[in-house]
């Protein structure tokens, strides 16, 4: 008989049996290590393949005014996501879904053949929570929800341009949800769950990182100004035929814009049909030349001088002068040949204020233009402001000195235009601007002499209470001062201006007892009654400050005698209260 090889080579028979061996025990010892000592391998594999971390939606910061009133608030919505892969075993209930989601039953289906292959599809975002749950509760497999949140405005469209508004996911595109995106963000927390390979939720286990909601923000503004001051230049707007126009209220001790509104507007909750044109905010990005405005500066820095009082004269007769092959004229006849400081204002005389700038040179009028902020960045860090242009010559020759001392060949904002008369009012000292609600007293500047403001504050009355003056820009039971202005349009891709192309602007403040409120109008293109900035945005200004006023309760400074106190006060009918 033949022997077994294993017998004739026992070694081998051997070898094999205790590689055998070996290799038995290796997967004893890897299944007891796997399951005894090393179980978290085991663990994070069986996890890899169900356990999910879902993003928990942060709550975005609290937008409000001054006191408290919300202006941008985050309301939970329901977002609809389907896993396309899923829906191709359900087709018979795509009808149903469509008609839940008010959708075309044909589209609907097109799109989801279309993208079968797709896990992750949206079907619709921004529906309210009992929506979304309707549709959930079809059970339509491979339909699922997200908790998500939507900003809402309260103030619509009278709050539109300063605040701006988020996308649909829920990150600033203007104003200040743009400013202020970091802060007003939130940060997303996790939410650890179990799905099946379906990615059906089978268990809702723990949140691992709670969701921080982003900060409330205080806006400086005043709704209640807010809404008086849209409803005025929207009016003025309708009255006059104007293209635009913008509104701005700042109190001129803490540099706090209280009221910014434009015309034309938008509704942020609504923007289906949002023209570009309606989102300008044109307070801060539209430039202009300030016109007759800009004497009010002129005049400051040329008392400022020492070289002037309010009672020195100039010649004005016969209301041109001509420097070179330019000729500077009055818009209107002066109450005579010859005007104080005081009566070039109330008259707006061009001729007059330029000889006085002659005088003290165009290099004197732009270092204090420069001081009180005209052509100068805000600080604001508002998107997409402009900082406008303040020319500087080496040689200031009569031409440039005499359009600057009247406000053409400079461009300014409306905040601009609004933070300069402020100085005016606050006895020369400049408050830094804000948008945001401040609590403490501003590190102000003194920009002109106390004396010399309080000069032009008197003077600045006068305009308006004068028999020649603005009487349109009155209020009645206060004395306020103001400056109106007339200044034409550029033309679009030629040099020059355009052909009946105004801006008409006032700017102004009050109560003269104590000034608090500076206020700047300006109307684009008026068309109906004249453009004239004293017949146009002077009675806007009228009525804003008065509401303003009463709404902050300042006490009257201007009240009639008791004995007076029904007595109908008389318009004085040839007062010209229409130059700019």
């Not at 601007?433 to 003194?446: E, F, G, R, S, V």
Request: glycine share 10%; net charge positive.
């Amino acid at each position: 008989m033949m022997k077994l090889e294993g017998a004739l080579f026992p070694w081998r028979f051997r070898v094999v049996l205790g590689l055998l061996g070996i290799m038995v025990a290796a997967i004893a010892w890897r299944i007891i290590d796997l399951q005894v000592v090393d179980r978290a391998f085991l663990k994070g594999q069986g996890d890899a393949r169900s356990v999910r971390h879902i993003p928990i939606p942060a709550h975005r910061g609290l937008i409000t005014d001054r006191n408290g009133e919300p202006l941008a608030v985050s309301t939970p919505v329901t977002t609809l996501w389907a896993n396309a892969k899923e829906m191709q075993t359900a087709k018979e209930k795509w009808p149903a879904l469509a008609a839940a989601l008010g959708q075309d039953p044909k589209a609907l289906a097109e799109r989801l053949e279309a993208q079968a292959n797709k896990e992750f599809i949206y079907l619709v975002r921004g529906l309210t929570p009992e929506q979304g749950q309707a549709v959930l509760d079809l059970k339509v497999p491979g339909v699922y929800g997200i908790e998500e949140f939507r900003r809402f405005y309260p103030a619509g469209e009278v709050t539109a341009h300063m605040v701006g508004f988020t996308d649909i996911d829920d990150h600033g595109k203007e104003g200040i949800e743009l400013a202020y995106d970091e802060w007003l963000a939130g940060v997303p927390g996790k939410r650890q769950v179990i799905k099946d390979r379906r990615g059906r939720l089978i268990k809702d286990v723990q949140v691992t990182k709670n969701a921080k909601a982003g900060k409330p923000l205080a806006l400086s503004i005043d709704l209640r100004l807010q809404y008086l001051a849209n409803r005025e230049l929207r009016n003025a707007i309708i009255e006059n035929g104007a293209k635009a126009g913008s509104l701005v209220i700042m109190d001129v001790k803490t540099g706090e814009i209280l009221a910014m509104v434009n015309q034309p507007t938008y509704n942020p909750n609504n923007r289906r049909n949002l023209q570009p044109a309606m989102m300008r905010n044109r307070a801060m990005i539209d430039v202009f030349e300030p016109g007759s405005t800009m004497k009010a500066i002129s005049m400051s820095a040329a008392i400022e001088t020492g070289r002037w009082k309010p009672s020195d004269t100039v010649e004005v007769y016969p209301g041109t002068l001509q420097i070179g092959k330019y000729t500077i004229k009055d818009v209107s006849k002066s109450e005579g040949p010859v005007l104080d400081l005081t009566g070039i204002l109330i008259n707006s005389s061009n001729v007059g204020m330029s000889k006085v700038a002659f005088d003290i040179g165009g290099e004197t009028i732009f270092r204090l233009a420069q001081k009180v902020g005209l052509g100068q960045d805000t600080g604001l860090g508002f998107p997409g402001e402009r900082v406008g242009n303040l020319p500087n010559y080496r040689e200031w020759r009569k031409a440039e000195t005499a359009t600057l001392s009247y406000g053409y060949g400079v461009s300014v904002t409306a905040i601009q235009l609004v933070h300069a008369f402020s100085a005016l009012a606050n006895n020369g000292r400049l408050a830094p601007l804000t948008l945001i609600k401040t609590d403490k007293a501003p590190q102000t500047t003194q920009v002109l002499p106390e004396a010399v403001a309080k000069t032009m504050q008197t003077m600045l009355q006068q305009v308006i209470e004068a028999p020649r003056g603005v009487f349109r820009a009155q209020v009645p039971a206060y004395h306020v001062g103001g400056k109106s202005g007339t200044a034409r349009k550029t033309s679009v891709g030629t040099k020059g201006y355009a052909e009946n192309s105004y801006r008409s602007l006032f700017a102004g403040f009050g109560p003269m007892s104590d000034p608090r409120y500076a206020i700047v109008v300006v109307i684009d293109e008026p068309t109906k009654a004249g453009y004239f900035g004293g017949l146009v945005s002077a009675p806007v200004f009228s009525r804003v400050m008065s509401g303003t006023l009463r709404l902050m309760n300042v006490t009257p400074d201007n009240l009639p005698p008791t004995q007076q106190a029904n007595a109908t006060p008389v318009v004085p009918l040839k007062a010209n209260g229409g130059r700019g």
